[in-house]
């Protein structure tokens, strides 16, 4: 098994998707993921690549009726 690695700092964001009846998935997305998924592909086997950190975007909110909000991760 060969595998590459890449690693990045920087904003995420993590949603549940799904539906209970059909299975529920963590969905994770976010520049920093761009970014380490690009080094991930940049490597050769056996390596693990690190990305520079992925500058911090502008803190956006969006309110949507019925929903709670969620709460950043530390």
């Known amino acids: 098994l060969?595998?590459?690695?890449?690693?990045?700092?920087?904003m995420v964001f993590a949603a549940l998707t799904g539906l209970p009846?059909?299975?529920?998935?963590?969905?994770?997305?976010?520049?920093?993921?761009?970014?380490?998924?690009?080094?991930?592909?940049a490597g050769r086997p056996g390596t693990v690549q690190v990305a520079p950190p992925v500058p911090r975007a502008r803190r956006v909110s969006v309110r949507l009726?019925?929903?709670?909000?969620?709460?950043?991760?530390?």
């Open 65 to 74: 009726p019925g929903i709670e909000a969620a709460q950043p991760l530390s």
């Open 21 to 41: 009846s059909h299975g529920v998935h963590l969905v994770i997305a976010g520049p920093a993921v761009v970014a380490a998924a690009a080094a991930e592909r």
């Open 2 to 10: 060969e595998l590459r690695i890449g690693v990045s700092a920087g």
